[in-house]
């Protein structure tokens, strides 16, 4: 009997620990809809840390000195997943306009996210491994 009570706690123990490790496309999902987010709220700063360390700095230089950039929506559109790759594809929707004009401009564009290595540890960020494309 306590041979059984061993196992089944053995059991619970291990099972508890598979739920326990982590869900890359929860990952994935929240990474992607804090770039939106932030892009939305012209968090470029923040932004940035979506994407790679070569594409970074460009894409801050790109909106350094942008006050007058306005963004009134941002949305995911599409999305295709490369498994094999560890890549997604994300195809988005960016509304805005940009002062003093009140025109409403839409650009569509896809940037590609690579499930990426950070230094010596064992899990993985997503990064957008595109350059954003240019709005004005």
């Known amino acids: 009997m306590k041979t059984y009570r061993l196992l089944l706690v053995l059991l619970l123990v291990l099972l508890s620990a598979c ?8 990952d994935f999902t929240k990474k992607n809809e804090d770039f939106m987010l932030r892009v939305r709220w012209l968090d470029f700063q923040g932004a940035s840390l979506h994407f790679s360390e070569e594409l970074r ?5 790109r909106f350094n000195d942008v006050d007058d950039l306005k963004v009134t929506n941002f949305t995911m559109t599409r999305l295709d997943i490369d498994a094999p790759n560890d890549q997604v594809v994300v ?18 564009f896809s940037l590609a996210w690579e ?4 230094g010596g540890m064992k899990f993985a960020y997503w990064r957008i491994v595109e350059p954003f494309p240019e709005l004005l």
């Open 57 to 61: 700095a460009d894409f801050l230089e």
């Open 115 to 118: 499930e990426q290595a950070s």
């Open 91 to 108: 195809h988005y929707l960016l509304e805005y306009y940009k002062l003093p004009s009140v025109t409403l401009s839409k650009k569509r």
């Open 19 to 26: 739920s326990m490790m982590p869900n890359h496309k929860d």
